[in-house]
């Protein structure tokens, strides 16, 4: 076992929050790093207050600047970055977080990969993959040990437009011919995480991709339990792959490009065997959790 104690997250958004949760349930030390509080909107710095009452050390950093970081890391084992990847984002954490974190003497650095697994022949060239490979390369540089998460697709978000879903009109438009995928909640994904990091350092090598699933699942069983906590029956349109697939790589229209990127890998490369007994983990969530907004 690692041993790892402290831990500095960075984003407190859909996922940071549960990891945070979980992280100070199991007795953790953990800084939850953030930007000027004074910007948050007030949810957020609502939230901000409720994890500091918890015991969570709330630490304003300067993203860009290594000095700030360094300080805000200084004692921490662990990194888990739950930060967007804007281009911003990307070069802050390519370059100022990686140096503050290898000059605070930071051993693991899990990057916020958590979805599908960018290294795959599939998906490795594709825009979204490279943005997010792009930091492993830095943090083996640093001398840290990189985790990645893999999860395919958050449960809690299946039942929405991004994946075809229009509840209102009772509508969807799935992929035709997708096969059965995995699909973690986001609670399940906190706990595996949480769980890996106490594996042996020495058990990663420079970096390792772990895989987690809380359930397997296929968009004909959500159109069924859309319909059955709807009490509706869904119109169903099938989309050819085909076309999923070409449109995914068309990114002069990046607000189409990506949710058919998303669903053809969702659909195609997204069956996996799962890590859940290489770290003590158990799922709990299952497809009668899945989300139905109304």
């Known amino acids: 076992m690692s041993g ?19 992280a100070l349930a199991l007795g953790y030390k953990l800084r939850i790093l953030t930007r000027d509080t004074r910007v948050h909107p007030q949810a957020s710095r609502a939230t901000l207050k409720e994890f500091e009452a918890k015991g969570a050390k709330i630490v304003q950093v300067d993203y860009s600047s290594e000095a700030s970081l360094e300080k805000a890391l200084e004692g921490v084992q662990v990194i888990i970055s739950t930060l967007g990847h804007s281009e911003e984002t990307l070069k802050q954490q390519a370059g100022p977080v990686i140096q503050a974190a290898k000059a605070a003497g930071v051993q693991l650095y899990i990057p916020s990969d958590f979805g599908l697994d960018y290294a795959a022949e599939a998906i490795k060239d594709s825009a979204v993959a490279q943005g997010k490979l792009a930091l492993r390369k830095p943090i083996e ?13 958050f449960s809690s978000w299946l039942i929405n437009p ?56 296929s968009f004909p069983e959500l159109v069924a339990h859309a319909e059955k906590q709807t ?46 007994a290489v770290v003590g983990f158990e799922p709990k969530a299952t497809l009668a959790d899945v989300p139905v907004p109304q």
């Open 231 to 276: 009490g509706a029956t869904f119109a169903v349109t099938q989309r050819p792959l085909e076309e999923i697939e070409a449109a995914s790589k068309d990114w002069s229209k990046p607000q189409a490009a990506f949710p058919a990127w998303l669903n053809y890998h969702i659909a195609v490369n997204s069956q996996y065997a799962n890590d859940n």
């Open 4 to 22: 790892f104690t402290s831990y500095a997250l960075l984003g407190l958004g859909n996922l940071g929050a549960p990891i945070a949760t979980e």
């Open 162 to 217: 991004l994946f075809g879903f229009d509840v209102r009109a009772h509508k969807a438009v799935v992929p035709s011919g997708a096969k059965s995928f995995e699909t973690t909640s986001l609670p399940d994904i906190a706990r595996f995480t949480l769980l890996a990091t106490q594996l042996p350092l020495s058990s990663h090598g420079a970096g390792r991709v772990l895989r987690v699933s809380s359930f397997t699942t």
């Open 141 to 153: 540089e640093a001398g840290i040990v990189w985790l990645s998460i893999v999860n395919s697709a």
